[in-house]
T-cell receptor
Framework: DAMVIQNPRYQVTQFGKPVTLSCSQT?????MYWYQQKSSQAPKLLFH???????NEADTPDNFQSRRPNTSFCFLDIRSPGLGDAAMYLC?????????????FGPGTRLTVT | GENVEQHPSTLSVQEGDSAVIKCTYS??????FPWYKQELGKGPQLIID?????GEKKDQRIAVTLNKTAKHFSLHITETQPEDSAVYFC???????????FGTGTRLQVFP
């Protein structure tokens, strides 16, 4: 019954070694988001897609990239992870864009950088 | 820029008591206000939301109130239970976008 699925749940990578996190959804929602969350802080939006239209936040480092090959899947690529990138990464979906609707979050991927 | 303030940052209550968490937003055009519950190691779970054309909404033990004039909204949990213990985040929509801005979170502890 999981609606927003994130894999893996835990990821360990080495400093500077590229890593990809994945998100899939069974809700057929138009909008998909990637958030970074550190130490019980509020989730921080990195970027989001409205269908295939990519929207980057102004303060998202170039080190973070994303791909959305189809409605169901979205990937977060961290090209050269630094120690400061260790965090929980949350994927969320929403049924439409241009008007705020409820966002449904996945369980998150906890990234550790060694 | 847009901002959401959330208070208190921590809240401890006895089982059976009520808990209230308050948020203030800055964007007068915000029209959607969700509340999320996040348990340790899990993603945020939407527990209740309210839109700007409604002043109050209730779902069993939880309720949300909205005061648009004062630009604040509150989460009320009655008859708290230990399983209500979690971090709660409020959020407000950013006008004319499909984005939310989150408050800083409240860690609620319910003691048996």
């Amino acid at each position: 019954d999981a609606m927003v699925i994130q894999n893996p749940r835990y990821q360990v990578t080495q400093f500077g070694k590229p890593v990809t996190l994945s998100c899939s959804q069974t809700l057929n929602h138009n909008v998909m988001y990637w958030y970074q969350q550190k130490s019980s802080q509020a989730p921080k939006l990195l970027f989001h897609y409205y269908d295939k239209d990519f929207n980057n936040e102004a303060d998202t480092p170039d080190n973070f990239q994303s791909r959305r090959p189809n409605t169901s899947f979205c990937f977060l690529d961290i090209r050269s992870p630094g120690l400061g990138d260790a965090a929980m990464y949350l994927c969320a979906t929403s049924p439409t864009g241009g008007w705020a609707y409820e966002q449904y979050f996945g369980p998150g991927t906890r990234l550790t950088v060694t | 820029g847009e901002n959401v303030e959330q208070h208190p940052s921590t809240l401890s209550v006895q089982e059976g008591d009520s808990a209230v968490i308050k948020c203030t937003y800055s964007d007068s055009a915000s029209n959607y206000f969700p509340w999320y519950k996040q348990e340790l190691g899990k993603g945020p779970q939407l527990i209740i939301d309210i839109r700007s054309n409604v002043g109050e909404k209730k779902d069993q033990r939880i309720a949300v109130t909205l005061n648009k004039t004062a630009k604040h909204f509150s989460l009320h949990i009655t008859e708290t239970q230990p399983e209500d213990s979690a971090v709660y985040f409020c959020a407000a929509s950013i006008s004319s976008t499909d984005k939310l801005i989150f408050g800083t979170g409240t860690r609620l502890q319910v003691f048996p």
